[in-house]
């Protein structure tokens, strides 16, 4: 237990609550910090690059080439739960969250090529175990997303639905689209 937890349980003559008994004075600092960072600072950075470097530093997982909006919320709270691969663009005011009283030790993963559209929430592990949005799908706006993605797929409404399978690739991946759809969609054809 913490010195922190053994001198509430002195002074408030009961004992401490988890949080307290697990953490010492600077984890309680710096999750302030965090949070503070997250909500504050952070989504409100008006360049990109700038962005995308403090959310490493604080301990996102983000890969190459990355596109996050502003007025994003990233769970702050468990920022290993969250990988974002290359490629990956992230429009305005979107919110990722990978806590809760049901979600475990689940995780938020967004594949190589995904988008997600504005507004749009994913709620990392709240069913289903494990989100995951698949290689180069795409989240509509204002989809609310409790379960995984399919590659390739677009899924919108609350809750995310799937709509289309096999999207069109960005007009940067277009010689590849062909490659793509038989990587993701039909990975047997390909391997005789």
Same mark, same amino acid.
């Given at each position: 237990?913490?010195?922190?937890?053994?001198?509430?349980?002195?002074?408030?003559?009961?004992?401490?609550?988890?949080?307290?008994?697990?953490?010492?004075?600077?984890?309680?600092?710096?999750? /302030?910090?965090?949070?503070?960072?997250?909500?504050?600072?952070?989504?409100?950075?008006?360049?990109?690059?700038?962005?995308?470097?403090?959310?490493?530093?604080?301990?996102?997982?983000?890969?190459?080439?990355?596109?996050?909006?502003?007025?994003?919320?990233?769970?702050?709270?468990?920022?290993?739960?969250?990988?974002?691969?290359?490629?990956?663009?992230?429009?305005?005011?979107?919110?990722?969250?990978?806590?809760?009283?049901?979600?475990?030790?689940?995780?938020?993963?967004?594949?190589?090529?995904?988008?997600?559209?504005?507004? /749009?929430? !994913?709620?990392?592990?709240? !069913?289903?175990?494990?989100?995951?949005?698949?290689?180069?799908?795409?989240?509509?706006?204002?989809?609310?997303?409790?379960?995984?993605?399919?590659?390739?797929?677009?899924?919108?409404?609350?809750?995310?639905?799937?709509?289309?399978?096999?999207?069109?690739?960005?007009?940067?991946?277009?010689?590849?689209?062909?490659?793509?759809?038989?990587?993701?969609?039909?990975?047997?054809?390909?391997?005789?």
């Amino acid at each position: 237990m913490s010195w922190l937890g053994v001198l509430y349980e002195k002074i408030a003559r009961r004992p401490a609550p988890k949080w307290l008994r697990r953490n010492g004075p600077f984890a309680l600092a710096w999750k /302030a910090l965090r949070k503070w960072l997250c909500v504050s600072v952070i989504p409100f950075i008006p360049f990109n690059g700038l962005r995308v470097w403090a959310y490493r530093r604080i301990g996102f997982q983000i890969g190459r080439r990355v596109f996050i909006g502003m007025q994003c919320y990233l769970d702050d709270l468990h920022p290993q739960r969250m990988a974002i691969e290359d490629d990956v663009v992230v429009s305005y005011r979107v919110t990722f969250a990978c806590h809760g009283p049901r979600t475990r030790d689940h995780r938020l993963i967004l594949r190589q090529g995904s988008y997600v559209g504005t507004n /749009a929430t !994913l709620l990392g592990g709240c !069913l289903h175990g494990d989100v995951e949005i698949g290689p180069y799908a795409t989240v509509g706006a204002c989809a609310l997303v409790t379960k995984s993605v399919p590659p390739l797929a677009t899924v919108v409404g609350i809750p995310a639905k799937v709509v289309r399978t096999g999207r069109t690739p960005w007009e940067a991946d277009d010689g590849r689209a062909e490659e793509l759809r038989q990587k993701y969609l039909h990975p047997t054809e390909g391997a005789s």
